[in-house]
């Protein structure tokens, strides 16, 4: 099965910065991408990158937040920088076949990585 397991995640002051992490196992499928969920509400996309790199990124994290990812690691990141308190909450790597931040075409997904952004 498909495995992927994030890291990175942390409490921070706004305007600081995390890196996440996501190791992929065994496979590193065309899409990668970041969702996360607050309190309450439903999960939603950060960012996705395919395999040739082409990224696409929320409106609210464009200009904030890179991702990336290392194909010979198998691992995907997501630098978050200047974050917010409204960026606090439950990230979460997945993958799949194609790139969309519609949840329910992805397959597998990580246990996820808590971020929390203080004012």
């Known amino acids: 099965a498909q495995v992927l397991v994030e890291s990175g995640g942390g409490s921070v002051q706004a305007g600081g910065s995390l890196r996440l992490s996501c190791a992929a196992s065994?496979?590193?499928?065309?899409?990668m991408g970041w969702f996360r969920q607050a309190p309450g509400k439903e999960r939603e996309g950060v960012a996705t990158?395919?395999?040739?790199?082409?990224?696409t990124y929320v409106d609210s994290v464009k200009g904030r937040f890179t991702i990336s990812r290392d194909n010979a690691k198998k691992t995907l990141y997501l630098q978050m920088d200047s974050l917010k308190p409204e960026d606090t909450g439950m990230y979460y790597c997945?993958?799949?076949?194609?790139?969309?931040?519609?949840?329910?075409?992805?397959?597998?997904w990580g246990q996820g990585t808590q971020v929390t952004v203080s004012s």
């Open positions: 997945t993958t799949g076949s194609y790139c969309t931040f519609n949840s329910s075409a992805y397959r597998y």
């Open positions: 065994p496979l590193f499928y065309y899409c």
């Open positions: 990158i395919d395999k040739d790199s082409t990224t």
